[in-house]
């Protein structure tokens, strides 16, 4: 069950998902449309369609994904995907750390890298922030500054939707804004040119 009220001059709802209650604006001052709103929300709620979004955080996921990976793909693969992952988050977890082969005499520990895109990369503390507008603005930036081509976008955006087909199968991953299930799934393939054979 939902209701309507009024805050200021904007209509506004409050309903239960789940033992959840949520509240947002209509975004409207007009009662008819708010109403016409309020069953809209009533029909998606009996219908089981309207959820909370997911609260996963993302270092934990990202650790999660980093390991299916590595166990699931070539060597080759995996390499690229990490790379990939590292490019646009960041080493946030231990799986993403920059490194260089071999281990420091010292310490015994892997040595550390350099990473190109330090103050570049995403930064996001729950899998939900991403959003396919920060994706795209990631994206137009590496365009623009570092000359990507169409073909290590659409692989960045590629690795992407795996990393959200993966949450949402194995922890439930829903999305803040319901249009966007997986929220990679919204990014514009670019289009590549033909490859030329000599």
Aim: charged fraction near 30%; glycine fraction near 6%; include cysteine.
């Amino acid at each position: 069950m939902a209701s309507i009220y009024k805050r200021g001059n904007q209509f506004w709802v409050s309903y239960y998902v789940g033992n959840t209650q949520v509240k947002k604006t209509l975004k409207t001052t007009n009662e008819r449309i708010a109403r016409n709103k309020l069953k809209k929300i009533e029909y998606e709620l009996a219908i089981g369609e309207l959820g909370v979004a997911s609260k996963l955080p993302l270092t934990a996921i990202l650790e999660a994904f980093c390991k299916e990976l590595k166990a699931t793909r070539t060597a080759k693969s995996y390499k690229n995907d990490f790379s990939r992952l590292r490019i646009f988050f960041g080493p946030i977890c231990s799986s993403l750390e920059v490194g260089v082969g071999g281990k420091d005499p010292k310490s015994g520990s892997r040595k550390k890298g350099h990473d190109r895109y330090a103050g570049k990369h995403i930064r996001a503390e729950l899998l939900e922030d991403i959003t396919p507008q920060m994706i795209n603005r990631f994206i137009s930036h590496r365009k623009q500054h570092d000359h990507w081509s169409p073909k290590t976008v659409n692989l960045l955006r590629q690795t992407l939707h795996k990393l959200f087909s993966y949450a949402i199968k194995h922890y439930n991953f829903r999305s803040r804004d319901r249009r966007y299930p997986n929220p990679a799934a919204e990014v514009a393939k670019e289009k590549e040119p033909a490859p030329c054979i000599h």
